[in-house]
């Protein structure tokens, strides 16, 4: 498995949208993040959207077809369905992944993994290009703690997991089926129990990434994790192996400790303006398109409504372009630390304010 560069960006391997981008065009997305279900069946006490009351609400499964066939047309390149809630409430999820990755775009997920059954992962793994599961600890009873669930969840998932890889490797699926963990100081003594775990499953990898309190969250973590306790938790999890830049593995199974992201929680943003929103954008399970995360729910970046207007309609409106000329003259410096669009930030700020001497190459 190659390096799939979790901690940075991919944008460089778009170079024509980019270079539209600079001419000034108005570019369609490259990457859509999809919330199909508003519910969830946990309560993790570092949930970002706790505070949108997770509402049992499910985008029209023709609205969303008739969306995912645009979006494609228009030429985005992928779509990945998270969001508010757990994904895999909605009951048409997989028949909808089939439909977008025949549609043309590539297809991922990130789920809790409760709901993943056999049944399920035979029906949409080939359609996937990638899986991502919220897996925030290395007993069933923190676990627990952790996702604001029962025990048994726990081993449910790890079953489900089990199964996942099996049919992957009877089918010889391309899809890279991985974990996630917020380290959190309920869970750091157990991640290196959690990834020999999923070494022995047959992941291919685990990310190891800081919790982000998101700006209209009421969930806060009480205790920060120290540096010392991170290089501890960073040396341990070398044993696995000798750990190419990026990643640290032992065959094809790898750990992503997200050491680059928890250095940039105590820095400063290279960046003074969010150049990166025409490359992306959220659809929740209301119908709502918005600018990113840290806007769900705040009709000031809520771009328009697919239940009344196409993608390329309100991609194209007036009401979008007015939004984008305001968050051009956000400060940054106030925005969530660490967000989806951080590393594509820093990367089109840098060649929009070319530094000096750039043609010495």
Not at 104 to 109: K, R, S
Not at 111 to 128: H, K, M, Q, T, Y
Not at 256 to 265: A, D, P, T
Not at 315 to 322: N, Q, V
């Amino acid at each position: 498995m190659e390096d799939l560069r979790i901690d940075n960006h991919k944008l460089m391997y778009h170079i024509e949208r980019v270079n539209d981008w600079l001419k000034g065009k108005d570019i369609y997305p490259v990457y859509i993040e999809i919330s199909p279900s508003g519910a969830c069946n946990h309560r993790c006490i570092f949930c970002a959207f706790e505070y949108l009351k997770y509402r049992p609400r499910f985008i029209d499964k023709d609205i969303l077809r008739r969306t995912l066939k645009e979006l494609a047309k228009c030429g985005v390149k992928s779509a990945m369905f998270s969001g508010e809630g757990e994904p895999f409430l909605h009951k048409d999820l997989p028949a909808l992944m089939l439909y977008a990755r025949r549609a043309g775009l590539d297809v991922a997920c990130a789920i809790n993994g409760v709901l993943f059954s056999p049944d399920i992962a035979a029906r949409c793994e080939g359609a996937l290009t990638w899986i991502k599961i919220s897996i925030n600890a290395g007993t069933k009873k923190t676990y627990a703690k952790i996702h604001g669930c029962k025990e048994k969840d726990f081993d449910r998932v790890i079953s489900n997991l089990k199964e996942a890889v099996k049919i992957k490797k009877q089918n010889k699926y391309k899809c890279i089926i991985g974990a996630q963990i917020v380290l959190l100081p309920e869970n750091i003594k157990e991640v290196v129990r959690l990834a020999d775990l999923l070494k022995g499953i047959g992941l291919d990898y685990l990310v190891v990434k800081p919790f982000i309190k998101h700006p209209m969250s009421n969930h806060n973590i009480k205790r920060d994790i120290s540096d010392k306790e991170l290089l501890n938790l960073e040396r341990k999890l070398k044993r696995f192996s000798n750990a190419p830049k990026g990643g640290v593995s032992t065959g094809n199974f790898k750990v992503y400790f997200r050491v680059h992201s928890f250095i940039k929680l105590k820095q400063p943003r290279p960046y003074k303006r969010c150049l990166g929103l025409p490359f992306f954008c959220e659809i929740t399970s209301s119908g709502n398109i918005y600018t990113c995360g840290p806007f769900l729910g705040k009709d000031d970046f809520c771009y328009g409504n697919l239940y009344k207007n196409s993608f390329a309609e309100i991609w194209h409106s007036k009401k979008r372009k007015e939004i984008m000329d305001r968050v051009s003259g956000l400060d940054t410096a106030k925005c969530m630390k660490n967000c989806r669009l951080d590393e594509v930030n820093r990367y089109l700020w840098e060649i929009k304010n070319l530094p000096a001497h750039v043609n010495f190459i």
